[in-house]
């Protein structure tokens, strides 16, 4: 059985109102999302909004996104429990918290050592032993993991990163948010072989990603 972190009754009434009533029929990701306390991966005084519909910021620069987009790119990825995951971008650590249930391991990439820092100790605080932080340009992947079962990018990529196609894993789902700085689309590839089916799901808007394959910081 799962801790039972405070505030249980404004993470069911998220995942009620804002995912599942928005159309997120995973139930292992409606699972999840209930069951890892957000409130603790977002600094105050924006802790108290932490089961609201809204990104919030978590410093340096960065946010934690809004519930709903964290529930719909995870559910893109398809996880099942034997898979191994990367995310680039850690932020509080929240993204790596939830496909922390999900997969068998999650390796998540940040180039903030600061951001990192405060990632490790969120997951630490929930006791998260299968997430893996390295401090790096997420651009470039991670291929001492790979192939990847799922490749989850958690900022706006120009385009989708080389590495990141490469060590994708034959039948592994990658997703993103392509696109321009301001607006992004959400995007899902499908390795197939060579190949890669893509698909798309509407409009997002992330912080850039930064890095050899993304863009250049300001």
Known sequence: MPP????????????????????ITDTRVLAAMREIPRHLFVPAPY???????????IGNGQTISQP????????????KDTDTVLELGAGSGYQAAILSVL???VITIER???????????????VAKNVQIIIGDGTRGYPAGAPYN?????AA???IPAPLTAQLGEGGRLVAPVGGRSLQDLVVLERHGSRFIEARHGGVRFVPLIGEY???EN
Not at 4 to 23: F, H, K
Not at 47 to 57: E, S, T, V
Not at 112 to 126: F, K, M
Request: charged residues 25%; aromatic residues 6%; neutral net charge.
């Open 157 to 159: 990529t120009p385009q």
């Open 214 to 216: 993304g863009w250049e």
């Open 68 to 79: 709903y987009i964290v529930a719909l790119m995870t559910g893109l990825l398809r996880i």
């Open 112 to 126: 903030i050592e600061r951001v990192a820092a405060l990632a490790r100790a969120n997951l630490a605080a929930i």
């Open 4 to 23: 039972a972190y405070p505030r249980s009754e404004e993470r069911i009434r998220m995942v009620e109102q804002q995912i599942a009533g928005r159309g």
């Open 150 to 154: 799922g490749i989850l990018v958690t």
């Open 47 to 57: 802790d108290r909004d932490a089961y609201a519909d809204d990104p919030l910021p």
């Open 103 to 105: 997969a068998k391991t």
